[in-house]
């Protein structure tokens, strides 16, 4: 998706979802993925995607890209956005760190406190209303009357 030199990312589902996003938006701006590369053949040069001959700049992400490059071909590069850690420990508990704003503090928790956090969370990604309410029923479910291991 994007050629990294610095800093490897994790390999998380948060990163590839933001690169797929990423690799999303630049296809439907019409930017050519395929540009001729530079340098030896032991170390090529991948310039970043240009944008194809008549295609105007839409976003305000690609103004800004344009003018710090002085450049209206080339999109702006990729970045990672690390929202945070959720992890559900099992017996009703997990650990949790949520960023609350990009460079900010971050809240973390454990145990019922991180729980609380993970299940918000959770609830807060769900598509639809209707799969909010399907969750949360199904948790009711499990609380009132224990896990169902009829099968």
């Known amino acids: 998706c994007s050629c990294i030199t610095k800093d490897q990312l994790p390999a998380t589902a948060q990163v590839a979802s933001q690169q797929g996003e990423y690799l999303a938006s630049i296809m439907n701006r019409k930017f050519n993925l395929s540009p001729p590369v530079a340098g030896s053949d ?3 040069l991948l310039p970043p995607p240009t944008r194809e001959t008549g295609v105007t700049q839409t976003t305000v992400s690609d103004a800004i890209a344009s003018f710090a490059t002085k450049e209206d071909d080339f ?3 990729f970045q990672f956005l690390n929202l945070g850690i959720l992890a559900y420990t ?3 508990s997990a650990l949790a760190q949520v960023t609350t704003s990009p460079g900010g503090p ?3 928790g454990s145990g019922k406190i991180g729980n609380l956090v993970w299940r918000s969370v959770y609830l807060s990604k769900q598509v639809s209303w209707r799969n909010r309410l399907l969750v949360l029923n199904d948790w009711t479910k499990r609380q009132l009357f ?4 009829t099968r």
Do not use: Y
């Open 90 to 92: 099992g017996g009703g």
């Open 75 to 77: 999109a702006k590069p």
């Open 146 to 149: 224990g896990r169902d291991i």
């Open 42 to 44: 032991d170390e090529p």
């Open 106 to 108: 971050s809240v973390k």
